[in-house]
């Protein structure tokens, strides 16, 4: 399922463009960190959920995204920022 989802090429240009990110050490790239494919889902359907929360004035809640200690809570949110930032309705 992670194959046939990922190599349909919409989807591969979508989360290569969005969630893959390249760190820095003195100014040069050192670490490349890559989505797993829950968190890749897990962001889709927040940025829905928080868009939906936007535009219809519900209840003001844009969805919560609960992960354990050390499942990458501090990546996901770099993640949730830029897919957010990509969407023209929030007007950044």
Do not use: C
């Amino acid at each position: 399922m992670l194959t046939r989802g990922l190599m349909n090429p919409k989807t591969l240009l979508h989360f290569l463009k969005g969630f893959v990110l390249f760190m820095t050490q003195d100014g040069t790239p050192s670490i490349k960190i890559i989505a797993q494919w829950h968190q890749y889902h897990g962001v889709l359907k927040a940025v829905e959920r928080a868009l939906d929360a936007y535009l219809h004035k519900k209840d003001g809640k844009g969805g919560v995204i609960w992960f354990t200690q050390g499942s990458g809570k501090s990546l996901l949110s770099i993640f949730y920022v830029m897919a957010i930032r990509e969407r023209p309705e929030f007007e950044n």
